[in-house]
């Protein structure tokens, strides 16, 4: 088979530590275009890969016959573009959140259908070695029902991690929409569906500015989740974790308990109530500071060579988001909100 030609759209840090170096170096990929309003950031990446530079993506699919984009803007546009490129024939990975509201969630989800293309979101957490071992785990039945979590995503905040540092989109609301809760609460929301292969029933949350100066997007969330199967939890999103950064999981389970992260050495340690002791090193979870392969890239790219749809589905995405907007509504209201 030819080359799968593929435009990035956002050329920001995403683009930069993840989707470009990773289509780079994938032998089935042919970088066609780099999209960015700062036209010399999309020159940038056209001079080092070949392809063209852009400086809307309108111009790029009237110009380009690709086969898959990557949307990696701020979260405003998520919807928008991935629309206009299902529309236009290309397959589409998009950054998470991958939209902003349920209705733009469900409308991403019907132009894929109607355009014979995959829809994939970029929930790079379930695909993490210390995760993938887990839930392995978890499969084999050894630790029994899981009874109650908490998992947590906290780090000092995008400003050291955005290309524009303070002056980051991240900080913008009208163009982010949501703050920590949007970029760091909707991975663990995905994680510990994928994690208990169960959904969310109900969400009461505390979401707020706590700290973060000159903006009014969220920068800490503590939710409480309950599952459909009963299992209750805590999740946590941070943008104010300045020392002690945070990525870890627990689970309390029947016969024991799993931890995800929670150690320097081993990344998933498992307790049994027998008194056995389990330790698996099986490779880091990637963080701003230590980028390792986030498998997102390869997952899109042989979910399109092999033609089966991907795991990580706009679909998948959209239960995540409902988790995250539900918080959004018990902060707004005082109440526990039903999904």
Known sequence: MSKIKVAVIGCGSISKHRHIPEYASNSNVELVAFVDPIIER??????????????NYVDMLKAEKVDAV??????????????????AGAHVLVEKPMATTAAESEAMIEAAKKNGVFLMVGHNQRLMPPHVKAKEILESGKLGKVLTFRTSFGHPGPEGWSIDGRESWFFRKEEAIMGAMGDLGVHKSDLIRWLLDDEVAQVAAFVGTLHKEGTDVD???????RMKSGATGSLVASWTYYKGQDNS????CENGVIKIDTDPNDQVIVELRNGTVERYKVGQVATNEKQTSSGVISEFVTSILDNKPPRISGEEGYQALKVILAAFESEATGKIINL
């Open 42 to 55: 999309a020159q940038h990446y056209a001079e080092l890969h070949g392809g063209k530079a852009y400086s």
């Open 70 to 87: 990557s949307v990696c803007t701020p979260n405003y546009l998520h919807a928008e573009i991935s629309i206009a490129a299902a529309n």
């Open 219 to 225: 920068d800490n969330a503590t939710c409480l989740l």
């Open 249 to 252: 999981t627990v689970l309390w």
